[in-house]
Antibody
Framework: EVKLVESGGGLVQPGRSLKLSCAASGFNFNDYWMGWVRQAPGKGLEWIGEINKDSSTINYTPSLKDKFTISRDNAQNTLYLQMSKLGSEDTAIYYC?????WGQGVMVTVSS | ETVMTQSPTSMSTSIGERVTLNCKASQSVGINVDWYQQTPGQSPKLLIYGASNRHTGVPDRFTGSGFGRDFTLTISNMEAEDLAVYYCLQYGSIPYTFGAGTKLELK
């Protein structure tokens, strides 16, 4: 069974950084591109970006490219999202995604 | 950036009704479109991938179609559990983009 479990969310102050993790299981992590999607409260879905199998290609939505960094550790079957200079507009549920499968999401709240 | 325009924004439906949701891309995306269903408090669930392929476990009352710029999700026989927000996603060009969603409500 494919499982994607996000962690690392919570309350963070404006201007600070936060790193999310996504633990993958039930499939060969090395064989798949992985990505992140987010959803602000009461809003629609926003694609953040994706990373290829060996981390040689990383694509971002342009508005987040300078704030967010996607990485992966294939030995640990884990995907990461490093977020910096966080603002209230980054308050959202963050989902880890693979082809056809998403995690349940983790909430990030940016507030003083 | 490819803009995905969903219509209608919301729709009032009845149980047993046939429902058609639309998604129009600002440029051709081939068949690289997925449809997601999101009920309140839940994460989005994939219904259709590659424009017309039903994901595992999705009831056959859900049908996707389209190519290029115009895509459709049809629910052949509306059930109460189908009341949700539906999103289309294009992955034919970077950045991938979602439509704003269509909310299905009961009449």
């Amino acid at each position: 069974e494919v499982k994607l479990v996000e962690s690392g969310g919570g309350l963070v102050q404006p201007g600070r950084s936060l790193k999310l993790s996504c633990a993958a299981s039930g499939f060969n992590f090395n064989d798949y591109w992985m990505g992140w999607v987010r959803q602000a409260p009461g809003k629609g879905l926003e694609w953040i970006g994706e990373i290829n199998k060996d981390s040689s290609t990383i694509n971002y939505t342009p508005s987040l490219k300078d704030k967010f960094t996607i990485s992966r550790d294939n030995a640990q079957n884990t995907l990461y999202l490093q977020m910096s200079k966080l603002g209230s507009e980054d308050t959202a549920i963050y989902y880890c995604a693979r082809n056809l499968y998403w995690g349940q999401g983790v909430m990030v709240t940016v507030s003083s | 950036e490819t803009v995905m325009t969903q219509s209608p924004t919301s729709m009032s439906t009845s149980i047993g009704e046939r429902v058609t949701l639309n998604c129009k891309a600002s440029q051709s995306v081939g068949i690289n479109v997925d449809w997601y269903q999101q009920t309140p408090g839940q994460s989005p669930k994939l219904l259709i991938y590659g424009a017309s392929n039903r994901h595992t476990g999705v009831p056959d009352r859900f049908t996707g179609s389209g190519f290029g710029r115009d895509f459709t999700l049809t629910i052949s026989n509306m059930e109460a559990e189908d009341l949700a927000v539906y999103y289309c996603l294009q992955y034919g060009s970077i950045p991938y983009t979602f439509g704003a969603g269509t909310k299905l409500e009961l009449k």
